[in-house]
């Protein structure tokens, strides 16, 4: 099946830029994507990525490695809003197309 | 709808007792999910559908899980004979699917069904 690995938390301080990496493993692959949830909110969708290359949406960018099976999410100029879980996911053909999330990284931002 | 709808937004019950929760996905979308999210955890995938193909069952934890979409629209969870660690945020979610489109990874999720088995 699908396996996807991120960290587990990650501490910043405003202002400053963060990257939460995700690395997964599938036999098929058909993008990552990243989703952002609040704490007590439903997660909604940040980007996606089905090409190599950098991704930039704001402050916000992602980032992805097809031949390293590695992504990243870059959040810049840090604001204590951003204060939130961090999920990637990734869609296997082989396994149904479902979307398959990570544990998800929980991003705190400091003053 | 514009977004997606669950119902119950809570819903507590006691254990031995069976539950059904509603989702409402966005009209026109075909692929619709269903995900339980304990408390501080990631989201388990529980069920998929997409279009007229045989729902993707492969996430439900037991036989007490079900799950139906009548119509290619309105789905509903039903758990059977509750447990106290079935207590989870139940969260739906739909998309569009094209062939090769990043649409299929762009989900909308509704704002989930919250229970709670004593």
């Known amino acids: 099946g699908q396996s996807l690995e991120q960290p587990s938390e990650v501490t910043a301080v405003e202002g400053a830029i963060v990257q939460i990496n995700c690395t997964y493993q599938?036999?098929?692959?058909?993008?990552l994507s990243w989703y952002q949830q609040h704490d007590g909110g439903a997660p909604t969708f940040l980007s996606y990525n089905a090409l190599d290359g950098l991704e930039e949406t704001g402050r916000f960018s992602s980032f992805l490695s097809r031949s390293d099976s590695y992504g990243y999410l870059l959040l810049q100029e840090l604001q204590m809003k951003d204060s939130a879980s961090y999920f990637c996911a990734v869609r296997d053909p082989k396994y149904g197309n479902k979307l398959v999330f990570g544990a998800g990284t929980i991003l705190r931002v400091k003053s | 709808g514009a977004g997606v709808s669950q119902s119950p937004s809570n819903k507590v019950t006691e254990k031995g007792k069976d539950v059904e929760l509603r989702c409402d996905p966005i009209?026109?979308?075909?692929?619709l999910y269903w995900y339980r999210q304990s408390l501080g955890q990631g989201l388990e995938f529980l069920i998929y559908f997409q279009g007229n193909s045989a729902p993707d069952k492969s996430g439900l934890p037991s036989d007490r899980f079900s799950a139906e979409r009548t119509g290619g629209s309105v789905s509903t969870l039903t758990i059977q004979r509750t447990q106290q660690e079935d207590s989870a945020v139940y969260l739906c979610?739909?998309?569009?699917?094209?062939?090769?489109?990043?649409?299929?990874?762009?989900?909308?999720f509704g704002a989930g069904s919250r229970l709670t088995v004593l």
């Open positions: 599938t036999s098929g692959f058909y993008g």
């Open positions: 979610a739909s998309s569009q699917v094209g062939q090769g489109s990043g649409g299929a990874n762009v989900l909308t």
């Open positions: 009209s026109g979308h075909t692929a």
